[in-house]
């Protein structure tokens, strides 16, 4: 394994809601080394949000060490993590949460207008890439509104590569689609995790885990259960055998 | 900060909400259009009038007998006889600052030419009076010093006078019309000057040897008035004031009596039309000021719902890497955007406007380049000021709550 690209050390964070004090993550520590595929599970009110949030530099644990890419992330102000999000992280979503009508490849510029570094012609060049990356060469100009939901996603993943991020997010990628287009997403991070891409995979869906590198597990604020997957399914193989009726 | 990523952000997000922005654009455009309109009339207005004064002569200064008590009883200053013909030549010969001076006497009656009559009155005059009230011959002579002397009964009468005496004939020079009995040969015509500002006709007028009006008409040794003109304009204070002492010497007013004349000039008539024209410009541009005020709080309150609205949208470009003076300069571009374009509408349909009523209406409008300046300033302002809080309220959202908003 390579280096370390996410570094938790005892992560805490307390949610102080009317009188009470809820502890969201009571102690959490893992690394995720480049290029791993890593799925988080946990059902609801198990930390795994707070968790995502955290790792996403949304969110600041109340205690803790948190390094993304070797960088301490835990003093950094508002602003700083908002251009360490532009450079490191790229975010997938469960409802995609593409801007209304607004084309494909402007959907994926999106970040790098952010990125002061990076000229216009740079921009659509890196847009176009990541869109043929994710198999939407031929929707580059359609809005969103005239995509379907795996297409959308797509365009959502097209948009977490664009920046060349140190690791993808994704919050239940899959959440909002059928089975088939979900084995087609599956398909496709497999194949971001083949090129080196290191993927974390948030999700209450224990299926997915078959098809991830490793999984971590969590319940009330702990970590359960942290074990690299010896038998990686393939999406590829699992979307072979899925009914084609279901195909719209 | 990526200005022009920005820039592009913000215009995006506009032309995805056409109607919209334009319907909060027209606050500010009606209220732009409103305040250059309103200006441009008020301008007009004061510009016309003060034309009008200068027409007139805009060094004119006026004696008029002022008022006096018998017995407790204030008397009307018209029936004053204060003003006598030796007063009229003390001040002639005495005064350092006028360029000319003429009293006035008038007498009113029918005119009589042949068959047509016309009642209108004759101002008796000395040689100075055209130019001092800014007359000019059109056709045949003013009548002369020598005329003076021997009360000629000769006139110069006005167009409307030639109009309604002579229908039948364009040159009543050598004509004589008579005038209560006194006959009086039409020397000149006087050029056009048509209505004044009050409505009053310039052109009914007949002009006489101010002798001949008092001798042989009115048969009297005061006047109605003098009218006495500076040599500039800004001499006229330092020529009111040499008319005044003369007047007092020769009335033998002793100290702390009050004048028994009154002196008038053009000075404080055109300072009064202007402090009213003021007034009303003023009065106008609050008006179309408030409009413009009602327009920019029309740009908060949507900049509010479009932020609210938009919430979402926000928390997505605050997780990939917007921070929060992005967004809020994202939405303070737009506030402005909203307001210059506006603005820039506003200024084209108020000139429009102006324009319009100049050569459809033919109202006096004066588009003033700083009323243009000034609303395009305060539409930006506006902009700023009423994006600024909408704007901050974005760029304080939670990414976490903003991307979990539905």
Redesign the interface.
Known sequence: MGKYVIELKDIRRDFIVGDETVHALRGVSFAISEGEFVTIMGTSGSGKSTLL?IL?C??TPSSGEYLLDGIPVKSMS??QR??L???KIG?V?QNY?L????TAA?NVE??L????DIGSSERRRRAEEALIAVGLEDRMEHKSNQMSGGQMQRVAIA?ALV?NPAVILADEATGNLDTRTSYEILMLFQKLHREGRTIIFVTHNPDISNYSSRNIRLRDGHIIEDAVNGNVLSAEETYRTLPKDEDD | ??WT?LF??SL?ALS?NKMRAFLTMLGIIIGVAAVITMIALGQGTKQSIQKEISDMGSNIIMVHPGGDRRGGVRMDPSEMQTLKVQNYEALKDECMFLAGISPYATASGQLVCGNNNYPSSVTGTDIDYITIRQLSIEDGSMFTEADIRSSAKVCVIGKTIVDNLFPDTDDPIGKVIRFNQVPLKVIGVLESKGYNSMGMDQDDIVLAPYTTVMKRMLAVTHFNGIFASAITEDMTVLATEEIRTILRREHRLKDGEEDDFMIRSQQELSDMMDMTTNLLTTLLACIAGISLLVGGIGIMNIMYVSVTERT??I????????????IMTQFLIEAVLISVTGGIIGIILGCSACMAMKFLAHWPVYIMMSSVILSFTVCTVIGIFFGWYPARKAANLD??DA?RYE
């Open positions: 949030n996403g949304l969110d508002k602003s908002a251009i999000r532009n450079r975010f979503f949460n801007l209304a009508k607004t402007e999106l970040p207008m952010y990125n002061p948009r920046n | 900060m990526n990523n592009k952000i995006k995805n979402k949208e928390g997505l470009r605050m997780s990939v890497g917007a921070r929060g003076i992005d990414p976490i991307l």
